[in-house]
């Protein structure tokens, strides 16, 4: 049972560079999420997906895309890195219940590296 | 946006301590999440809950809807306790926005 996955798990890049951070999960949850986390500000929304084809942005969408043609895919692309993008990025899943109530389950994290 | 705070930011205690982390938050939600990231590791989900009281071991979480604050305590406190502890709002549902919007987390370190 893989549950929710990230990769790559460590990533260094230069600015300016394009930059597609993965995440797959294996329970078909209907809703998945990019946070990213950063000392002094914590964890922070980037865009969130509540089903396939379906995306919203959050707190910190600018420089970021996303895009969900299956569930289980949540990829986030940075189209020109820089160095503010420099963060973990944690992807999180739920399944989707009316009312919203429920346990996020977070991936592993990416360590990214914008120099 | 709802405001998401935590106190204390850093905690440092004994072995055996009995640990109290607080969290106040500022518009309505419909659940609360407490999260648990040990360093360099992921996150890991400890409770979420809408009210009450819940308990896990050694861990108990309570909240006040009323009041907008909800605590973590650990009972008997363990080095392996020692980690960053994270609270997490979840917005009303049909509000149009969704996601966690997080505190800044409490570092505890349990010593022997």
């Known amino acids: 049972d893989a549950g929710i996955t990230q990769s790559p798990r460590y990533k260094i890049t230069e600015t300016g560079r394009q930059v597609t951070l993965m995440c797959h999960q294996t329970?078909?949850?209907?809703?998945m999420f990019w946070y990213r986390q950063d000392l002094g500000h914590g964890l922070r929304l980037i865009y969130y997906?509540?089903?396939?084809?379906?995306?919203d942005k959050g707190e910190v969408p600018d420089g970021y895309v996303v895009s969900r043609s299956k569930t289980e895919n949540f990829p986030l692309t940075l189209e020109s890195a820089t160095r503010s993008q420099t963060s973990v990025y944690f992807c999180?899943?739920?399944?989707?219940?009316?009312?919203?109530?429920?346990?996020?389950?977070f991936g592993p994290g990416t360590r990214l590296l914008v120099l | 946006k709802n405001e998401v705070e935590q106190s204390p930011q850093n905690l440092t205690a004994q072995e055996g301590e009995f640990i109290t982390i607080n969290c106040s938050y500022s518009?309505?939600?419909?659940?609360l999440h407490w999260l648990q990231q040990h360093p360099g590791g992921g996150i890991v989900s400890l409770f979420m809950?809408?009210?009450g009281k819940k308990k896990h071991g050694r861990l108990i979480a309570t909240i006040n809807i009323q009041e907008k604050h909800s605590s973590l305590h650990i009972t008997a406190s363990h080095p392996r306790d020692s980690a960053v502890y994270i609270c997490?709002?979840?917005?009303?549902?049909?509000?149009?926005?969704?996601?966690?919007?997080f505190g800044k987390g409490t570092h505890l370190i349990i010593q022997p």
């Open positions: 999180a899943s739920r399944r989707g219940l009316a009312g919203g109530q429920e346990t996020q389950y």
């Open positions: 329970w078909s949850h209907s809703y």
């Open positions: 997906s509540a089903a396939a084809d379906i995306t």
């Open positions: 518009v309505g939600i419909s659940a």
């Open positions: 809950l809408s009210s």
């Open positions: 997490a709002v979840s917005p009303y549902s049909g509000g149009g926005a969704d996601g966690l919007t």
